[in-house]
């Protein structure tokens, strides 16, 4: 079955260190997105990739890093800048140029960080 | 600015009563918009969209949401609720053009009680 993994689903990280969460999908999209989740928030935006070793900042891009090396894999980095990590993080994609089908994203399961 | 407002934090409900779920956006264009569902610890579910045309849109177990543009509304219903709708839901509106940006609501956290 298609669809996006994200691993590993629970996050444990102490002050002060970095710490990579993985988004990988066999849908064939191109492009990818992250999303952080805090209570009474809804989601908002970290970063967002088109295609390919190509990326940009959403709303809350500070201290976090991405890259696009594949096109199924969008891995995010939470860095030691990031003050308050602890939060649910969802991964999503979405297919371009198949017309309005294409506006819609498809979420991953997500992963809970918890800085300690 | 673009903005999604919903206004009821929690909603509760007995088990076989109708629901309503409000969802007004701020929008200048013709609104993509989305309503999802989250239970505890998972992902996302989309449950229907509107992109054009007929304003009443049926959606997955059972939902429907009507578009009315001169409300700036997208209400979710259901006529008759399970206990296993519980779980949260969020209403959207996408940004076209560009990077096809979502712009999400806070949410409502719907209980079922049986």
């Known amino acids: 079955d298609g669809g996006i993994t994200q691993s590993p689903k629970y996050l444990f990280r102490k002050e002060g260190q970095n710490v990579t969460l993985s988004c990988e999908q066999n849908l064939n999209h191109d492009a990818m997105y992250w999303y952080r989740q805090d209570p009474g928030q809804g989601l908002r935006l970290i970063y967002y990739?088109?295609?390919?070793?190509?990326?940009q900042k959403g709303d809350i891009a500070e201290g976090y890093s991405v890259s696009r090396e594949k096109k199924e894999s969008f891995p995010l980095t939470v860095t030691s800048a990031q003050k308050n990590p602890t939060a649910f993080y969802l991964c999503?994609?979405?297919?371009?140029?198949?017309?309005?089908?294409?506006?819609?994203?498809?979420f991953g399961p997500g992963t809970r960080l918890t800085v300690l | 600015a673009q903005s999604v407002t919903q206004p009821d934090i929690h909603i509760t409900v007995s088990e076989g009563a109708s629901l309503e779920l409000r969802c007004n956006y701020s929008y200048g264009a013709t609104p993509y918009l989305f309503w999802y569902v989250q239970s505890p610890g998972q992902g996302l579910q989309l449950l229907l969209k509107y992109f054009s045309g007929d304003t009443l849109v049926q959606g997955i177990k059972g939902f429907e949401a009507e578009f009315k543009r001169s409300q700036s509304s997208f209400n979710l219903r259901k006529p008759s609720v399970h206990w296993s709708d519980a779980a949260e839901y969020f209403c959207?509106?996408?940004?076209?053009?560009?990077?096809?940006?979502?712009?999400f609501g806070a949410g409502t956290r719907l209980a079922v009680h049986p």
């Open positions: 959207a509106v996408l940004l076209s053009g560009g990077y096809n940006k979502l712009i």
């Open positions: 990739s088109q295609i390919v070793n190509d990326f």
């Open positions: 999503a994609s979405r297919n371009i140029g198949v017309g309005l089908a294409g506006n819609e994203q498809f």
